[in-house]
């Protein structure tokens, strides 16, 4: 019954979009009017499921993925299967996404890559995400000092659920960041959510210095120059450049989950390399750390690879 309430109001949602101009933030997703039919997706003043008034019990990652998750009706980004899907019934513009193509993001259960950079996309259960089930975790390098901070994780923690123009409408300000200065990400325009080369390298946003920088908003120590001055303490003392449009952290890794393997090399260094605490766990294939291909393969494409790029 609730499912087909949801389809519904997706309908209604997705309607709606279509007439929203090019730059809105997308689905029921801020650029509210006046008599805005968007609150009552999200939001029931006298019936609501959970805290804040929301309309899906559990937490607000539950009522992301009501609409988002491979369940849910309500959006054709699915981010629990990282893939693009056209659930609402409507049509969007190319640029959108082309069907069923890998979401940009990974995914956060299964995703849908070409981690052993054989030619072939695969949909495979993930191996590391970022956490979104409310548990603890340590924000690696957090911080001005020391390994991180910890900081509990959810969809809402990057994301605005009233939309802010941003691309994604990621919070210039994550939400548990130790920042005062926030990172602003222009949106893009077209939109586009899908990797349009199956082989899963080398698309990201536009800007990959400033969506760096954002990622800094929590990963603080990661973020800087390989020629930066080795740091006093322990941590991070020496750093791969990751400041640098080419080379940021989206070069390397994805942003929700991947499927990458570990162990698929003899030697096995990249399944037990230490955390940066010091600690061994989780390891195996759980130390893929969302990167986007299979042990060190971020590194073979740049340095000794068959593609020309300014690193040797
Ligand atoms: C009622 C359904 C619904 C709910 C609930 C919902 N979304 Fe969306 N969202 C959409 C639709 C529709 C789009 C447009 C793209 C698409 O079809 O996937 C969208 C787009 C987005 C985008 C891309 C925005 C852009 O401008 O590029 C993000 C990020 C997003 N949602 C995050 C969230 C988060 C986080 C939550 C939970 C707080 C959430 N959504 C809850 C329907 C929903
Ligand atoms: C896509 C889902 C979604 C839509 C649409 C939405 N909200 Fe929210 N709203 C949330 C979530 C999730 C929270 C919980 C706060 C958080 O996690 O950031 C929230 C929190 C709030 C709050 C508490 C203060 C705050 O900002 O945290 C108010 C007030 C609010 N919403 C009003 C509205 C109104 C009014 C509308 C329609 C114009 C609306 N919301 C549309 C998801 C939504
Ligand atoms: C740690 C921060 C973070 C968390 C937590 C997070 N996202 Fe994202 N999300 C991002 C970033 C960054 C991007 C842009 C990725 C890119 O373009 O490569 C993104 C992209 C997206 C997109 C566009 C499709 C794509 O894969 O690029 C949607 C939709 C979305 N997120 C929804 C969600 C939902 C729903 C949740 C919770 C289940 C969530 N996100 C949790 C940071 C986050
Ligand atoms: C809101 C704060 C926040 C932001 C913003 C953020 N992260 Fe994280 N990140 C965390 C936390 C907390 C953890 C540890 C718990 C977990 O794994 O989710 C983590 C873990 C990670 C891990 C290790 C995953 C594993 O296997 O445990 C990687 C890699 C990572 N982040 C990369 C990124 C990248 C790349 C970005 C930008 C796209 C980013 N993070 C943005 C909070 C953040
Ligand atoms: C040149 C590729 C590359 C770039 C660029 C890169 N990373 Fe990583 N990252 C890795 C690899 C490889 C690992 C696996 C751990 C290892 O080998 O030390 C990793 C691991 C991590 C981890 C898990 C904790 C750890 O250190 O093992 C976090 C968090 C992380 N990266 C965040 C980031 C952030 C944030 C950025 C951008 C500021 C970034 N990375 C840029 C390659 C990269
Ligand atoms: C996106 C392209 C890219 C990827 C992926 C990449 N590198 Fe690099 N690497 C570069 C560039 C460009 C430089 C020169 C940067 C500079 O001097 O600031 C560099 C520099 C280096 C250096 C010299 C650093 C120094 O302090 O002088 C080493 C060592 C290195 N990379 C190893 C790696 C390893 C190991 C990986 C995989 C974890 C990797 N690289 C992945 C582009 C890349």
């Not at 390399?273 to 390891?283: L, M």
């Amino acid at each position: 019954m609730k499912r087909a309430s949801w389809g519904i109001l997706a309908l209604l949602v997705g309607a709606a979009a279509l007439v929203l101009p090019a730059l809105a933030d997308g689905g029921p997703h801020g650029n509210f009017t006046a008599t805005t039919d968007a609150c009552a997706g999200c939001h029931r003043p006298h019936q609501a499921r959970a805290a804040n008034l929301l309309t899906v019990s559990g937490s607000s990652r539950d009522l992301c993925l009501s609409c988002h998750g491979s369940a849910g009706l309500g959006a054709d980004t699915n981010v629990e299967d990282g893939v693009f899907m056209e659930r609402d019934g409507i049509t969007e513009s190319p640029a959108q996404g082309r069907l069923n193509a890998p979401l940009r993001g990974g995914g956060f259960v299964n995703a849908l890559m070409d981690t052993d950079f054989n030619g072939t996309l695969e949909s495979q259960p993930v191996t590391s995400t970022h956490t979104i089930d409310s548990s603890p975790g340590i924000a690696w390098g957090g911080g001005s000092e020391g390994f991180g901070t910890p900081v509990t994780l959810e969809c809402t923690n990057c994301h605005d659920p009233h939309g802010n123009g941003t691309f994604r409408m990621l919070r210039p300000i994550p939400l548990e960041s130790d920042q005062e200065a926030g990172v602003t990400l222009a949106d893009e325009d077209p939109k586009v959510y899908t990797i349009a080369q199956d082989q899963y390298w080398n698309e990201f946003y536009r800007s990959g210095l400033e969506l760096s920088r954002w990622c800094a908003t929590c990963h603080d120590r990661y973020f800087g120059s390989s020629r930066r001055n080795p740091q006093p303490d322990q941590h991070y003392m020496y750093i791969h450049t990751t400041n640098n449009t080419f080379v940021n952290c989206l070069s390397c890794h994805v942003a929700h989950g991947t499927s990458a393997r570990m162990t698929t090399d003899q030697t096995q260094f990249s399944a037990s390399v230490p955390w940066p605490d010091g600690s061994t766990t989780p390891n195996g294939d759980a130390r893929s750390s969302l990167l986007r291909l299979d042990n060190r393969g971020v590194c073979q494409q740049c340095h000794f690879g068959n593609r020309t790029s300014g690193a040797r």
